[in-house]
């Protein structure tokens, strides 16, 4: 029997349609319910690839016993974080600010009958259990809540009322404080605080990539010449890539390690992930020349391509569980694989082996995870490659959450352009993606944050939404001189100031939650500093002071947060960096900047721009002049670092 989310298009609604909980998707039936019947609310958040969020699904909403006590006492709603991230951030916020910590997905939050919360958790187990974060079991807790509310529990409604207040409270930063290069000084030695010297990375277990503050130290390096941020950039870049994380096998990262080696992943691959890890692998060997950064970036591309798309369009995540268990598609035996190989006549197997880091006793749960343990893949492990891509095709792939994404799709399209000024065939890649993601998310005038692949979008676009579009058709126009780019961008942009700019600060959304955005870069980088990023760009190329002017409104209104904590700002400091430094703009005729695209790409001053004019040389120039005019492509450098 299927409960009322048999009729959504979310993959992860669709996931809970038969649970024996009387779910009900997020809109004005569900409260309207709780309130006519004086019953609490209980609002649980995840997503389709969440591994936690299945065992939950497994553990507790299959359970009779606690779907019988959430229909006799809540009205249940089930919300994909993913299709509605302003309402995951609010109650993000919310976890925060009830438990003094971040929360994390699945998401459980208590409400009472008029939507004010008053408990958040994350999973629950059925029964209490000693050590468990929430401290009783969901069945305990769930008779109690029932109870409480039913009796109109006086200190129950008294705690929502006074959580309510808090949230309701708009927050204004500290004054302004002078932007200065100096933040950057703060930044390392945070960094070098966080840094893991070992394996790389800014913490020890459970290790997350932090792209953001990668491709800040990459900037830093460029502008600064700083060794230590070449250091802990490259190390972290050269660990994560000898396997685990990283898959060697088909390609893609993998959303996070359990350990500190990379070597144990939690085997779910999120596109946003695997979108700013390709173009950090891209720009990291355009500056450091290691092929093997290029072999990384391009993996990811051909991975997404040939397992996570369709018609041109990105799907947005794939799951870490197949066959009922974690990585099941992912792992091999010792026997498989030294059997595979025994039959193609390979020599040397145990030498191979060893260098895969294949053992008897395996590395993750009695078996194997692909690992190059000294960093160094066997000689012919392309040959190799190919048949552990056949053992895997025996086995059930893990679940695809076929939803298009605007924010994320134009995260990887960005990526495509920055690969394709290195290989071309990556460009019309882009080219084409960009073309079917604008025919499927903006029409009518509209845009939309997300829909089921082949479905009529539904909902509304976000500011991240806007921001990393605005994003990706810069980086097209850079990349191909096709000026319809820039004025979609820039299109898109005034739509962002319109809807969510409000002197200095921005709002996430401005629907039913108008939530404030993040500077913050958290799962990604901050739509904020994107915003900042597209903005900066339009004041140059348009010669518009206006963009430029809003992008300094946004920094100044974050300033004192920016000088105090930058590491947990990477994309906004380098934002401000780029504010006090300055954009560089190169001018050419469109066959001198297409046939250099490669050298263009290579130069080591990281604010540059591309525009197409009708100059025979290429013509070097700021925000207000020009520098100088030259034939050689090795001169623009030179020019760059003398402009200053």
């Given at each position: 029997m299927s409960n009322r989310l048999e009729k959504e298009d979310s993959p992860y609604l669709q996931q809970h349609k038969n649970n024996p909980v009387d779910w009900f998707p997020w809109g004005d039936e569900a409260f309207a319910k709780a309130k006519k019947e004086n019953k609490a609310i209980f609002i649980s958040i995840g997503y389709s690839s969440c591994h936690w969020c299945h065992v939950m699904e497994e553990k507790v909403f299959e359970n009779k016993k606690c779907a019988d006590i959430l229909n006799e006492s809540f009205v249940c709603i089930k919300v994909d974080r993913e299709e509605r991230p302003d309402i995951d951030k609010h109650y993000q916020e919310v976890h925060m600010l009830l438990n003094r910590r971040s929360g994390g997905w699945p998401t459980s939050i208590f409400c009472t009958p008029e939507n004010k919360p008053f408990f958040a958790g994350t999973y629950i187990p059925p029964e209490s259990r000693e050590g468990s974060i929430e401290g009783m079991g969901f069945i305990e807790l769930t008779k109690l809540i029932g109870m409480k509310v039913s009796q109109n529990d006086e200190q129950l409604y008294k705690n929502a009322d006074e959580i309510q207040k808090f949230l309701n409270q708009n927050e204004h930063p500290k004054e302004a404080t002078v932007l200065s290069e100096d933040f950057r000084k703060n930044f390392m030695l945070q960094v070098k605080n966080n840094y893991e010297t070992k394996n790389g990375g800014f913490s020890t277990s459970p290790k997350f990539p932090h792209a953001s503050?990668?491709?800040?130290?990459?900037?830093?390096?460029?502008?600064?010449?700083?060794?230590?941020?070449?250091?802990?950039?490259?190390?972290?870049?050269?660990s994560m890539k000898k396997g685990g994380m990283y898959d060697l096998v088909d390609g893609g990262f993998c959303r996070?390690?359990?350990?500190?080696?990379?070597?144990?992943?939690?085997?779910?691959?999120?596109?946003?992930?695997?979108?700013?890890?390709?173009?950090?692998?891209?720009?990291?060997?355009?500056?450091?020349?290691?092929?093997?950064?290029?072999?990384?970036?391009?993996?990811?591309?051909?991975?997404?391509?040939?397992?996570?798309?369709?018609?041109?369009?990105?799907y947005s995540a794939s799951d870490a569980d197949s066959e009922g268990e974690e990585g099941t598609y992912f792992i091999y035996t010792y026997?498989?694989?030294?059997?595979?190989?025994?039959?193609?006549?390979?020599?040397?197997?145990?030498?191979?082996l060893a260098q895969m880091d294949v053992t008897k006793t395996g590395n993750f749960e009695g078996k194997n995870i692909i690992r190059f343990e000294n960093g160094k893949a066997p000689k012919n492990f392309a040959d190799i490659k190919i048949l552990l891509q056949q053992l895997r095709a025996s086995k059930e792939y893990p679940f695809i959450d076929k939803k298009v994404q605007t924010s994320w799709s134009a995260m990887m399209i960005k990526a495509l352009f920055t690969l394709g000024d290195i290989d071309a065939k990556y460009k019309q890649k882009a080219i084409q993606s960009i073309d079917a993601l604008l025919k499927t998310m903006y029409i009518d005038g509209k845009l939309y944050h997300t829909t089921l692949i082949h479905k009529q979008p539904k909902i509304e676009a976000f500011l991240e939404d806007y921001a990393f579009l605005a994003q990706a058709l810069i980086g097209g126009y850079n990349s191909t001189g096709e000026e319809l780019y820039l004025i979609q961008a820039q299109r898109f942009a005034n739509i962002a100031l319109?809807?969510?700019?409000?002197?200095?600060?921005?709002?996430?959304?401005?629907?039913?939650?108008q939530t404030k955005a993040d500077i913050a870069d958290n799962t990604y980088t901050s739509s904020v500093s994107i915003m900042v990023d597209a903005l900066n760009s339009l004041a140059i190329l348009l010669e518009d002071e206006k963009y430029a002017h809003f992008a300094f409104l946004t920094l100044e209104y974050n300033s004192h947060e920016l000088g105090r904590r930058p590491v947990v700002y990477p994309c906004m400091l380098k934002e401000m960096i780029r504010h006090l430094k300055g954009d560089r703009i190169i001018k050419s005729n469109a066959y001198n900047l297409s046939n250099n695209a490669y050298e263009l790409s290579k130069l080591n001053y990281p604010f540059i721009h591309k525009k197409v004019t009708k100059n025979k040389d290429f013509l070097v120039c700021g925000d207000k002049s020009c520098f100088a005019n030259t034939d050689n492509i090795l001169a623009i450098d030179d020019i760059i670092k003398n402009s200053f």
């Open positions: 503050t990668l491709s800040t130290l990459l900037v830093i390096d460029k502008l600064y010449d700083d060794k230590a941020a070449k250091a802990m950039l490259t190390h972290t870049l050269n996070y390690s359990v350990d500190g080696e990379w070597k144990v992943p939690h085997f779910e691959k999120m596109l946003y992930d695997n979108a700013l890890l390709c173009e950090l692998y891209a720009k990291s060997y355009l500056t450091y020349e290691d092929e093997s950064y290029l072999n990384i970036s391009k993996e990811i591309a051909d991975f997404w391509y040939n397992f996570m798309s369709e018609d041109n369009l990105f026997d498989e694989v030294f059997r595979t190989l025994e039959e193609n006549n390979f020599e040397n197997i145990e030498s191979i319109e809807k969510f700019f409000l002197k200095g600060s921005w709002n996430f959304s401005d629907g039913e939650f």
